[in-house]
């Protein structure tokens, strides 16, 4: 903490960056998730650098600043991150900038009577609402509105980038639901590693059962995978899917289990839930990877 109260110091720029300050320069953006990362890219264009602290793979509950991170964070004009508690051992570094660095939760804009607040979460909001496009729409407005007040000089580029990336978020958004409506109803329940996916079975109709709850910091127990393995067995689900932020050998002692109980499972491949897929990638950008996703629930629950 010390080291961190040292470093934050040493490098807090003297005020807020004004208009002025930014004519001659692209403005420095650290984002956390690489889905806030992309919609920054997105509304940005030009007029910023994006540095993303968490890479493909990275689980951002788990996820601690490291020192880099620290002195990127507190040089940065303007810091977005999605807020709901994701990023959680980042917030009280993230609390710790707020006086130095612009600083936003790209999930402020969601009406708060949409969040869901599954048991197992303690009467906290479940953060992964990206898997609902309707509502990840709205983190776009966040990010054009900061902008937009950060750098006014560029504001038409902003609102303009933003409202075609939210036409693009709404064809996806009807896409899903295209797809999802290829699946019979009773057909439609959908198993990963953890509880990521409560947002995309509301918006598209899937039961959702994750082993590991909510967070991925609490391990799974063995009364999971025994509950777990019932349902599935009994349910006769065809396949369960393993996700890349969360390690293979959880959902792996599920399929085991269940073929303990005389069923087979398949798994049906690796959605990508926390995080992003490899920069240049389809699956590297939000909408390449909320595709991917829908496109591989559909294949394997179909058998097809
Ligand atoms: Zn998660």
Redesign the pocket.
């Known amino acids: 903490m010390l080291l961190l109260s040292v470093l934050l110091a040493a490098c807090a720029p003297p005020a807020r960056q004004s208009a002025v300050d930014l004519a001659g320069r692209k403005i420095r953006v650290v984002t956390t998730v690489g889905m806030i990362t992309d919609v920054v890219r997105q509304v940005g264009g030009e007029r910023v650098t994006v540095t993303g602290l968490m890479g493909p793979g990275v689980?951002?509950?788990l996820y601690k600043a490291s020192e880099g991170d620290v002195l990127r964070l507190g040089t940065a004009d303007v810091v977005f991150y999605s807020g709901l508690h994701?990023e959680a051992k980042l917030a009280e570094v993230l609390e710790r900038m707020q006086d130095r660095v612009v600083t936003a939760a790209v999930t402020d804009g969601i009406d708060r009577s949409l969040l869901l607040k599954p048991e197992a979460f303690q009467g906290q909001p479940d953060?992964?609402v990206w898997f609902d496009v309707s509502l990840w729409m709205t983190t776009v407005n966040i990010v054009r509105d900061t902008l937009v007040r950060l750098d006014p000089g560029s504001a038409e580029l902003y609102r303009s980038n933003a409202a075609a990336y939210l036409l693009q978020l709404e064809e996806l958004h009807r896409y899903v639901q295209a797809q999802a409506a290829r699946v019979p109803p009773e057909q439609r329940v959908l198993i990963t590693a953890?509880?990521?996916f409560n947002y995309f079975g509301r918006a598209y109709g899937f039961e959702v059962r994750g082993l590991q709850g909510?967070?991925?910091a609490s391990e799974a127990g063995t009364g999971d995978v025994r509950g777990l393995a019932d349902f599935i067995a009994q349910r006769r689900i065809p396949a369960l899917f393993i996700e890349s932020?969360v390690p293979v050998r959880n959902i792996e002692a599920v399929q085991a289990a269940v073929r303990a109980r005389g069923f087979e499972v398949v798994i049906g491949g690796e959605l990508f839930?926390?995080a992003m897929g490899g920069a240049g990638t389809p699956e590297g950008t939000y909408i390449g990877m909320v595709r991917h996703n829908i496109d591989t629930i559909v294949k394997a629950l179909l058998a097809e």
């Open positions: 689980d951002p509950h994701l953060p992964h953890h509880d990521a909510v967070s991925t932020s839930s926390d």
